[in-house]
């Protein structure tokens, strides 16, 4: 599965931004999806995670209750709204998609490694 990002931009605190990620050559239907970010010198970390079905979701505490993870099954296309969004939401943001497991069929994968396949990075940047 090819996945492409889009709709990052700079933005003031307070706004909102609204990623999508088009999925290519397979559709969402084997694949817990998820989004990701990396700020500059910091390590990736996952902001949201989506079982194949999209029956259950998981957000970062950090971003919870501000951001919704979103899937259009036939635009094979998944969002990510992030709403009043804060300078340390800064970074470059990822859709990646990992081969569903026994584990992870109902349980969202929260863990890097399972996923295989990655977008190429949104940048988010929020100003103060």
């Known amino acids: 599965v090819q996945l492409q990002a889009s709709g990052g931009g700079l933005v003031q605190a307070g706004d909102s931004l609204r990623l999508a990620c088009l999925a290519s050559?397979?559709?969402?239907?084997?694949?817990?999806m998820g989004w990701f970010r990396q700020a500059p010198g910091k390590e990736r970390e996952i902001v949201a995670a989506?079982?194949?079905?999209?029956?259950?979701?998981s957000y970062a505490d950090s971003v919870k209750d501000r951001f919704t993870f979103s899937r259009d099954k036939a635009k094979n296309t998944v969002y990510l709204q992030m709403n009043s969004l804060k300078p340390e939401d800064t970074a470059v943001y990822y859709c990646?998609?990992?081969?569903?497991?026994?584990?992870?069929?109902?349980?969202?994968?929260?863990?890097?490694?399972?996923?295989?396949?990655w977008g190429q990075g949104t940048q988010v940047t929020v100003s103060s």
């Open positions: 990646a998609a990992a081969p569903v497991t026994v584990a992870t069929i109902t349980v969202p994968s929260l863990n890097m490694s399972e996923y295989d396949y």
């Open positions: 989506m079982t194949w079905s999209g029956a259950s979701i």
């Open positions: 050559g397979d559709t969402f239907g084997t694949y817990s």
